[in-house]
């Protein structure tokens, strides 16, 4: 099958690297420095828990230059790009395509399932740890990259059976979800609170490694999203603080958040969708969430947010 990575970032890098390196048929699709640096060189992956670096050569190019059909289209940009990738997506795609959006903010399914009816749209997530650290290099900080896809209905077509089976074999760990809102909104429960407490603290993943009042804060904005989960009528069976911590205790230490650097840096970063629509959310369900509105007032929200 012939798979389409829009988005070469940290997790669509990573996502294409390992799939080319399993021989898979795979472009991704970049921009920019970026992109010409993966054209000239190939992608680097720098993998920090081993102190090791490889160059992948995996083909690449711009939304505009690539021809033909897609079977696969994993959607990997951040949230405040997804229109942008609505026409490209059109143009690509027949009749059996899928499109599988694993974007950090919540309900990104549901927005694509809406705007393009008449292709078949996955709800989806992702788990991995990934950053540009220059054009055309890849830095993973650790080794956990587990994609989570499916339908609302609970159908399973044979195409995410064999999407399954392309992934497995490309080392990515791949699961096929019977409850994908519950799923989708319990990995939200990890990368929106991390996000938001790395921001609001400042803060790397060490210190919320240790006790102390950044793994307190974390803990406490987890069980305030199981609350809203369970307002929004979603069983929860685990314990989401516990999966999450044990998540977040993988991590390297230096490690921080795609938010962090992106607010530190200057540029856009996902605000709304990890932190203000989580407070949109509470208020829509009346769940009482004191910790995530602190941090949505720091930084604006009831001011410029709404």
Known sequence: MKYVVIGAGGTGGGIGALMAKAGKAVTLIARGAHLE??????????KLWENQMETVQVDACAMEEYQGQADVIFVCVKYYSLDSTVPF????????????????????????????????????????????????????????????????????????????????????????????????LRKFSYVAPIGACGLYLNATAGEFQKEGRPREMFKAMVTELMALAGAMGIEIEEDWVSINLNILDTLLPETTTSMQRDVMAGKVSEMDGLVFEVIRMAEKYHVDMPVYTMVAEKFGYGKTAQ
Do not use: W
């Open 89 to 184: 997506i059109r143009r690509i795609s027949g009749k059996n395509t899928v499109v599988i959006p694993i974007l950090n903010i919540y309900g990104t399914g549901g927005k694509l399932q809406e705007v393009l009816p008449d292709i078949l749209v996955t709800d989806g997530c992702i788990y991995i740890s990934a950053e540009i650290k220059a054009p055309g290099h890849i830095l993973m900080h650790s080794n956990i990259c587990r994609i989570v896809y499916g339908f609302r209905n609970h159908e399973v077509p044979d195409i995410l059976k064999q999407i399954h089976k392309d992934l497995t074999d490309c080392k990515i760990k791949a699961v096929i979800s019977e409850n994908i809102q519950r799923d989708a």
């Open 37 to 46: 640096a993966i054209k000239e060189r190939g992608l680097v992956i720098e």
